[in-house]
T-cell receptor, first 114, second 113 residues
Framework: DADVTQTPRNRITKTGKRIMLECSQTKGHDRMYWYRQDPGLGLQLIYYSFDVKDINKGEISDGYSVSRQAQAKFSLSLESAIPNQTALYFC?????????????FGEGSRLTVL | GENVEQHPSTLSVQEGDSAVIKCTYS??????FPWYKQELGKGPQLIID?????GEKKDQRIAVTLNKTAKHFSLHITETQPEDSAVYFC????????????FGTGTRLLVSP
């Protein structure tokens, strides 16, 4: 089983619908992240969380919200989806105690907003 | 804030050739520079990283070089193999304790047999 699991892997929805992308991890890491990937734009940070009580906005948080339900779970919500939120979304984790700075990514959730 | 530029956007090589991907960064305070490889349908995976107190780092067929004065760093892959085909991302950050990485836009490497 993957250490960082994202669900759903693919989702097609309509403008105005509420969407939730879920992420769970078995790595025991405190830090979790949501990134968005668009062709030609690389990876952009949406939100990050250092622990259950610490959630922070990233570069492109407008139109998104998150919830850290537990150390192992971090979900991303689009309250009212719009077509320009069509993208590939990645959840990631890291362990500050390791010192190496490595991010561990899930396999991605491809979202299409019609 | 930090800005990372990556070139080329696509790179095609023959198996056995070398491949070089270059990145420049804008914030001279950045001190951590990782490279991630993203295979089709997968999430990015760290392949090598370098810190600002080191000029070069090697791991088998891959190496990264850093020029702090010019604020650029490069990924070198020697003896390329078809399984090296992927999208490669460079990134930069100022604090290894908190991974607020700024990523480059990616390079699609295609290695032809």
């Amino acid at each position: 089983d993957a250490d960082v699991t994202q669900t759903p892997r693919n989702r097609i929805t309509k403008t105005g619908k509420r969407i939730m992308l879920e992420c769970s991890q078995t790595k025991g890491h405190d830090r979790m992240y949501w990134y968005r990937q668009d062709p030609g734009l690389g990876l952009q940070l949406i939100y990050y969380s250092f622990d259950v009580k610490d959630i922070n906005k990233g570069e492109i948080s407008d139109g998104y919200s998150v919830s850290r339900q537990a150390q192992a779970k971090f979900s991303l919500s689009l309250e009212s989806a719009i077509p320009n939120q069509t993208a590939l979304y990645f959840c990631a984790t890291s362990d500050p105690g390791q010192g190496a700075g490595e991010l561990f990514f899930g396999e991605g959730s491809r979202l299409t907003v019609l | 804030g930090e800005n990372v530029e990556q070139h080329p956007s696509t790179l095609s090589v023959q198996e056995g050739d070398s491949a070089v991907i270059k990145c420049t960064y804008s914030d001279s305070a950045s001190n951590y520079f990782p490279w991630y490889k993203q295979e089709l349908g997968k999430g990015p995976q760290l392949i090598i990283d370098i810190r600002s107190n080191v000029g070069e780092k090697k791991d088998q067929r891959i190496a990264v070089t850093l020029n702090k004065t010019a604020k650029h760093f490069s990924l070198h892959i020697t003896e390329t193999q078809p399984e090296d085909s992927a999208v490669y991302f460079c990134a930069a950050s100022k604090n290894t304790g908190f991974q607020k990485l700024v990523f480059g836009t990616g390079t699609r490497l295609l290695v032809s047999p």
